[in-house]
């Protein structure tokens, strides 16, 4: 099968309400939707994570990948990207994440051209259904919808999810400046969903050690099953682990100094950030080989996140739930999103490839929003509106 053609669309998912986080508000996520055509008219499809990626794509990969074999993947890496190490290089970050989207459409062709979903492709499954969290946090108010402003409400919103949709597993923010209000939401979730609800926590690298080292006191005895980001870097993170048994998870993908420090305990990545399916599954393997624990990333479209339920489909490694935001998110590029899990799974798709379509009015609606308002600002303070935060926030 030769590559005969490469769209690359930018995209904005927005949530039904902006959150609060470390860096400030967020009101949604903005992407990059690729698709490779081949000369025999499979579509595979792929997701970046930056609007930023189409250019790349479009200007950059897709005059050296027209016409080459789209079974062979390594070739077009090489044609793509100069040699790398892991992610800490000289070669561009944005290039290895967007080569990544480009991947991932390319592993879907290969399912497609087979018959068989990815998980066949990684070697088997071994769960027919994924477990996610659902997500919290302190939310602005959006045409009704979200405005949790104060534990109480937090807990009221999780109390609802739990009703609604069966869930049990949490994860959220406690990335206040006074982390008196994240305590206390914590504090509320644990007496109020009870002892045998997974709570885990993302504090996005908004604390100082020392400020770090007050709260783990304070939540310790709450049974937290992850915390991540509490800190800025591993080594701090080192240092916090002697006052601490609770288990640390991060974004950063250095398994070297991972095992070389002794935390974190667990990685939470998408695909793009190693640069695609195929490393990613090294990745896990690595993880799995060093005893540490790997989920999966939150805040996109059904097309990434439907990769990551063939990954932990076919990964008896990964037995922790993986992040979603998927409550929070009305709106999908595919046909089957927004995916909504019931009593904590998703089931794992079982068509050729990534196992879901395109909706090209789902995606023309999605673009249409990009280009009238722009990409979303992941780092717009409410507080000082132009003006950027800097960490540790206390």
Not at 197 to 221: F, G, V
Not at 276 to 285: D, E, P, S, T, Y
Request: proline share 7%; charged share 25%; hydrophobic share 40%.
């Amino acid at each position: 099968m030769k590559i005969a053609a490469i769209r690359a669309t930018p995209v904005n998912i927005p949530l039904e309400a902006p959150y609060l986080w470390s860096y400030g508000s967020l009101a949604g996520f903005s992407k990059t939707i690729v698709e490779v055509e081949t000369s025999d008219g499979l579509v595979g499809l792929g997701e970046g994570p930056s609007p930023a990626n189409a250019a790349t794509i479009l200007n950059g990969f897709a005059p050296r990948l027209i016409g080459q074999d789209a079974f062979d993947i390594a070739a077009c890496e090489r044609l793509c990207l100069p040699s790398w190490r892991g992610v800490y290089t000289d070669v561009d970050f944005a290039g290895i994440r967007a080569f990544g989207a480009v991947e991932m459409a390319l592993w879907d062709l290969r399912g497609k051209a087979a018959g068989r979903p990815l998980h066949d492709l990684f070697g088997g499954r071994v769960r027919d259904a994924v477990a996610f969290t659902d997500y919290f946090s302190f939310r602005e108010e959006k045409d009704g919808v979200g405005g949790e402003s104060d534990p109480q409400a937090v807990l009221d919103y999780c109390l609802r999810q739990k009703e609604r949709f069966g869930t049990t597993m949490f994860e959220g923010k406690l990335s206040t400046a006074d982390p008196a209000p994240s305590i206390r939401t914590l504090e509320l979730l644990r007496d109020g969903l009870g002892e045998d609800a997974i709570l885990r926590i993302d504090s996005n690298k908004a604390y100082s050690l020392a400020t770090a080292t007050r709260i783990a006191r304070a939540i310790e005895p709450l049974g937290i099953r992850a915390w991540e980001d509490p800190v800025a870097t591993f080594e701090d993170m080192a240092k916090l682990r002697r006052h601490t048994a609770i288990p640390f998870s991060v974004h950063t993908p250095d398994l070297r100094r991972a095992v070389a420090l002794g935390v974190p305990d667990a990685f939470c990545t998408d695909v793009n950030v190693h640069g695609g399916i195929g490393r990613a599954l090294k990745f896990i393997a690595a993880c799995e080989q060093m005893g540490l624990d790997f989920w999966c990333y939150s805040g996109d479209s059904g097309i990434a996140s439907s990769v990551y339920l063939h990954l932990a489909a076919a990964h008896d490694h990964i037995r922790e739930p993986s992040q979603s935001l998927f409550h929070m998110q009305p709106f999908d590029v595919i046909e089957e999103g927004p995916l909504r899990p019931r009593g904590n799974l998703v089931p794992v798709p079982t068509s050729p490839g990534i196992g879901v379509t395109l909706s090209q009015d789902k995606l023309a609606f999605c673009h249409r929003h990009f280009v009238e308002h722009g990409p979303f600002d992941k780092f717009h303070d409410p507080d000082r509106p132009g003006v950027f935060r800097r960490l540790p926030l206390s």
